[in-house]
């Protein structure tokens, strides 16, 4: 069973730091293509935060590049999304998501993955 666990959320003043974390189930690791973070605002559609490649590759949405850095941690089976200097509009549900088997097209697009996590909640306050 694919399974994504998310957590690390919590409430931060701006130019904070949080560190999300997502533990992924075994048959998850090594069988994904993708895997990202979304995040989705009251009232706004879920988008694309960061992407991690079964190659190695990182993808980022301009409105966090410098800021948030994802990774992965085979050992541990988790994907981390490390997230600086923190601002209100970051507030958001943050999700953990994966592309399974194939990831070929807009590395960002919601319709690319089909196994999600249940979210963590990230209140940034300025």
């Known amino acids: 069973q694919v399974q994504l666990v998310e957590s690390g959320g919590g409430s931060v003043q701006a130019e904070g730091s949080l560190r999300l974390s997502c533990v992924l189930s075994a048959k998850t690791t090594g069988a994904y293509a993708c895997l990202a973070w979304f995040r989705q605002a009251p009232g706004k559609e879920r988008e694309g935060v960061a992407v991690?490649?079964?190659?190695?590759?990182?993808y980022y949405a301009d409105s966090v590049k410098g800021r948030f850095t994802v990774s992965q941690d085979n050992a541990k089976n988790t994907l981390t999304l490390q997230m600086n200097s923190l601002k209100p509009e970051d507030t958001a549900m943050y999700y953990c998501a994966a592309a399974m088997p194939s990831c070929v097209g807009y590395r960002l697009a919601r319709s690319e993955y089909n196994h999600w996590g249940q979210g963590t909640q990230v209140t940034v306050s300025s």
């Open positions: 991690y490649t079964a190659s190695g590759r990182t």
